[in-house]
Nanobody
């Protein structure tokens, strides 16, 4: 069982930046592809970004491309989401998710149903 812990959420003004981090407890993260998802109030959970287990490929939702960056530091056993130019529409609970490495990742990195492990979520609120 992999338990994920997110941190770094908070309140920020539109145009500002926040950095989220995700770390597993008791496991090495380098064996897991990792994604960030978000869920706004009253809406479905949606894909934000994903990264392969060795960090050589990254994927983004169109709404965040060019503003958000996902990266990982396997030496620190953590995955990060740097969010710049935040907008009110980015307000949501952000979840870190992980799945074991496999070739199927490349065709399903944006599917929340393919991720087996989830964090508890961290709130990001962007004021306009």
């Amino acid at each position: 069982q992999v338990q994920l812990v997110e941190s770094g959420g908070g309140l920020v003004q539109a145009g500002g930046s926040l950095s989220l981090s995700c770390a597993p407890s008791g496991r090495t993260f380098s064996n897991y592809a990792t994604g960030w998802f978000r869920q706004a109030l009253g809406k479905e959970r949606q894909f934000v970004a994903a990264i392969t287990w060795i960090g050589d490929n990254t994927y983004y939702a169109g709404s965040v491309k060019g503003r958000f960056t996902i990266y990982r530091d396997n030496a620190k056993n953590a995955v990060y989401l740097q969010m710049n130019s935040l907008q009110a529409e980015d307000t949501a609970v952000y979840y870190c998710a992980a799945r074991t490495s496999s070739s199927s990742f490349y065709s399903s990195y944006d599917s929340r149903y393919e991720y087996k492990y989830w964090g508890q979520g961290t709130q990001v609120t962007v004021s306009s």
